[in-house]
């Protein structure tokens, strides 16, 4: 289960997903416009702060921007700087707990919605704040202790202590994106999500459940008007579909649940690109460390030595898929430290469940994944290489909403 309290136990995964480079006729309904059509999961919601899939985060920040965006240098996008976006400046107090910020005035919202203010940015974060129904992200803004409009282009917000990554919170993801508060009551909270506006590059057109999702390009957008006319985004859970939708010339971009060697010498093989870029994520081994039998440091220590971490990525991802990890969070991301994690060794690990009171080893029962992405696949060996050691794991799968 995913705790606050956690040890996290990875391998770091770069971002990956296939672009079609073959040079395919073009449809002659596609002929005027600029179709991107992109092959991945249906979308749960389209209201960014509710949303928990990946590739949903992936799809909404056509939609949405946020006050800052991570600052890009060297061609690359960096997580550990920001730049201004929807706020085109700020001023931070002395000791770092009033921020002030400055709104790019003209930008619009989708769909006639007027022109963003400070009343949608209080809105977006106060919506959270009160823990309206299925905000995810809440957490990610409870250092704001108040929220002041100075006037319609300036706010003021009041931390109750100084956060260092404050800049972070306030980039377009996640808690972060800033949403049409006139759109948001005009639709009822509820209905919000497959009614979405923004100021992004595409709104939202249609949705055809279990089919497509299509986004068009907003002309009056305050970045300028994307080259691309819309975004196609197909619901398309297997593999094997997209692989073939790919070979076909159906989809311009797949994203993988799974990238494996196999996939990457298909991809290849075709002329595709597979497109791998970092920041990465992580996949983790989360405990609850407040309760029996995490509570004590010496079965933590010892599930950490009888993991064989290396053995996974050679499994899973091998030949440069993958790496790994070296601290909780990726390399590129703010905060990333590089530590030295404990080596594989189960012997040693028999050793600190003894110590611990576990001679004849554990089981631990209900223990929740995901049934999406690479987590079964990983869980499996997780759970071959404890029997090693005398811990037996009673998996629970569960489809990702319900994770």
Known sequence: MLRNRCLRLGVSILAMFVIATMLQPVPASAAKKKILKIAAKEQETLDPHAS???????????????????????????????????????????????????????????????????????????????????MRFAKNLDVIKDITIIDPYTLRLTLKQYDPVFPLRMVGYQQGYIISKKAAEKYGHDNFGWNPVGTGPFYFHKHQPREKVIFKAFQDYHSGRPQIDEIHWFDVPEDATKMIGLEKGTFDIVVFNTVTSDVKAQ?????????????????????????????????????????????????????????????????????????????????????????????????????????????????????????????????QMVEHPTY
């Open 52 to 134: 928990i899939l990946g590739q949903t985060q992936q799809s909404v920040r056509f939609v949405y921007r946020g006050l800052a965006k991570f600052a890009t240098k060297d061609g690359k996008v960096t997580t550990a700087e920001v730049e201004p976006d929807l706020a085109e400046s700020w001023t931070v107090s002395d000791d770092g707990t009033i921020w002030t910020f400055k709104l790019r005035q003209g930008v619009q919202f989708h769909k006639g919605f007027g022109e963003m203010t400070a009343e949608d940015v209080k809105y977006s974060f106060e919506r959270q704040l009160n823990r309206m129904k299925g």
């Open 267 to 395: 991809v290849e093989q075709m002329g595709a690109v597979l497109d791998k870029r970092g920041p990465g994520g992580q996949n983790r081994f989360y405990f609850n460390y407040t309760k029996p039998p995490f509570d004590n440091i010496k079965v933590r220590k010892a599930f950490m030595h009888a993991i064989d971490r290396q053995a996974i990525v050679d499994t899973l991802w091998p030949n440069g898929l993958a790496t790994l990890a070296t601290s909780p969070l990726p390399p590129g991301y703010f905060g990333h430290i590089p530590m030295e994690m404990p080596e594989y060794n189960p012997d040693r690990a028999k050793e600190l469940l003894a110590q611990a009171g576990y001679p004849d080893g554990l089981t631990i029962k209900n223990y929740f994944i995901s049934k999406s992405y690479s987590y079964p696949k990983i869980m499996v060996l997780v759970q071959e290489q404890l029997k090693k050691v005398g811990v037996n794991i009673e998996l």
